[in-house]
T-cell receptor
């Protein structure tokens, strides 16, 4: 079975550019999470969706960040405009129901110059 | 918001020995789930073990076991017969419904 698929694996961009990260959750999973990982702040929950609906986006840093889940098999995290402090590894994870473990993608490493 | 605390930023263990990683959490809920994840240098997050709060019996997965103390809100991970491949960052996590929080992690080094 395919796991959580994220793209791109690596992204290098210049400050001010728009960045879009993509995620395909495991088929049948109804919860999707976006996390950001940095050395300084560890793993931060940015937003999670349940049945494609954003439930809590209080972790989204600011208005430059937005996330969508147009259907059960696809989600995007967009940063516009990007800044150097956005450099991090962004993880997408999915789970079945409210009690299961999260299955993580391999992460997207973003570098903003 | 629930918080998860891992008080040991780094730990070291000799190959074949046993090591225990600590985790405490803060919650007012009685029904929740706890997890330990491993993150090797490849950065893939891998589930090691899970514990349901309503179960008194400590979870075990081969060389990995937990000591779950619900009243103390403590959830430690014991790794027996440590192997070189166990070297990684280990994250403790708490889940209540769709809210899942992670600790800051413990970096485990395994010495040959």
């Amino acid at each position: 079975d395919a796991g959580v698929i994220q793209s791109p694996r690596h992204e290098v961009t210049e400050m001010g550019q728009e960045v879009t990260l993509r995620c395909k959750p495991i088929s049948g999973h109804n919860s999707l999470f976006w996390y950001r990982q940095t050395m300084m702040r560890g793993l931060e929950l940015l937003i999670y969706f349940n049945n494609n609906v954003p439930i809590d986006d209080s972790g989204m840093p600011e208005d430059r960040f937005s996330a969508k889940m147009p259907n059960a098999s696809f989600s995007t995290l967009k940063i516009q405009p990007s800044e150097p402090r956005d450099s991090a590894v962004y993880f997408c994870a999915s789970s079945l129901g409210h009690t299961g473990e999260l299955f993580f993608g391999e992460g997207s490493r973003l570098t903003v110059l | 918001a629930q918080t998860v605390t891992q008080s040991q930023p780094e730990m070291s263990v000799q190959e074949a020995e046993t090591v225990t990683l600590s985790c405490t959490y803060d919650t007012s809920e009685s029904d929740y789930y706890l997890f330990w994840y491993k993150q090797p240098p490849s950065r893939q997050m891998i589930l090691v073990i899970r514990q349901e709060a309503y179960k008194q019996q400590n979870a075990t997965e081969n060389r990995f076991s937990v000591n779950f103390q619900k009243a103390a809100k403590s959830f430690s991970l014991k790794i027996s017969d440590s192997q070189l491949g166990d070297a990684a960052m280990y994250f403790c996590a708490y889940r209540r419904n769709n809210d899942m929080r992670f600790g800051a992690g413990t970096r485990l080094t395994v010495k040959p």
